[in-house]
């Protein structure tokens, strides 16, 4: 037998040249939007002052500072409001929204009118496409505190109208409900067509044990989408130091009278640029979220590869 001929790399681009060529566009995306604006990370560890000869030359003129501005956001009092918000409403609306997700994809899947399916798809993919501009207008419609729909209903069923946008407590709860009422569609596709691609078999195989149909889901539908629901753990950990700033900012119309429960990382990165204009400090901030969002997707990773290696992303 002859010895095996090795291929070099220009021809291995040439034989899949319009695979790469359909790639080309989204890496040159990645490089100018992505890697390269990484190194502009340099700003959090400078006291930055911005020059008229451009970006580059205020980069090196300002003067380096290294740490001062993450001490500076550590030792405000909003260091641990922003963090301590930021981790538990994304904790919240990982849950819940994995909860609703399964749950919509499963009643989905066992009904049998496609028509029906797609309709119910369709409407729940809706909210999905609108800007959290556009459910800011529609959310104060329902809370206006004086013409809203619901201090309407309060005051005419004698009951006291609530100053929505002066109270804080209800807003935790009307965040989460937003939030899976957005984005519900979206996430139960994935799981939809995971539960559609089970085989049918293992369906049969327990109804002819007498399995119930919710027996069927516990023990059959279940355990077949663990690992999809591991992949989208790992990554959705990833970002859970990443508010929706939309929504953060534009439902609560940035009223700094519900500041104690709607700031968050993002909401506090933007109001340190627009208020103060200290970009060292709003900088220092946002690469302190990255870095921590990196790590708790590594760690995630980690704990899913010991427990169920096929799952982990790598």
């Known amino acids: 037998m002859g010895k095996k001929r090795k291929v070099g790399f220009w021809q291995n681009v040439w034989r899949y040249k319009a695979l790469i060529l359909m790639a080309l566009p989204g890496f040159v995306w990645f490089i100018f939007f992505f890697y390269i604006p990484v190194f502009a990370n340099i700003v959090a560890f400078k006291d930055f002052h911005i020059s008229p ?76 496409f609108l800007s959290w501009v556009v459910i800011g207008y529609f959310l104060y419609a329902f809370l206006s505190p004086d013409k809203g729909i619901i201090n309407t209903w309060l005051v005419h069923h004698g009951k006291t109208a609530i100053n929505w946008y002066t109270d804080p407590t209800w807003w935790p709860l009307i965040f989460v409900i937003m939030n899976v009422w957005k984005s519900l569609g979206y996430n139960s596709i994935i799981y939809y067509a995971s539960v559609m691609g089970i085989d049918p078999t293992y369906y049969e195989a327990a109804m002819v044990d007498g399995a119930s149909k919710w027996q069927q889901i516990k023990n059959v539908t279940i355990p077949q989408i663990v690992p999809m629901m591991m992949v989208l753990l790992i990554l959705n950990i990833g970002g859970i130091f990443r508010a929706d700033f939309g929504m953060f900012y534009n439902l609560p119309r940035n009223n700094g009278a519900l500041y104690q429960v709607t700031s968050v990382l993002d909401t506090y990165i933007y109001n340190g640029l627009t208020a103060t204009g200290d970009i060292g400090m709003s900088s220092a901030a946002s690469l302190y979220q990255s870095v921590v969002g990196a790590i708790l997707l590594l760690i995630t990773n980690f704990i899913v590869r010991r427990i169920e290696p096929d799952s982990a992303l790598f």
Do not use: C, Q
Not at 84 to 104: D, K
Not at 113 to 123: A, G, R, S
């Open 53 to 128: 000869n451009g970006f580059i030359d205020s980069l090196i003129s300002s003067k380096w500072i290294g740490f001062e501005n993450f001490k500076f956001l550590f030792a405000s009092k909003d260091a641990w409001l922003i963090t301590r918000n930021t981790l538990a409403y994304n904790l919240v609306f990982l849950a819940f929204n994995l909860f609703f997700a399964i749950t919509f994809a499963i009643v989905m899947s066992e009904l049998r009118n496609k028509k029906l399916v797609k309709v119910y798809h369709t409407m729940s993919l809706l909210p999905y």
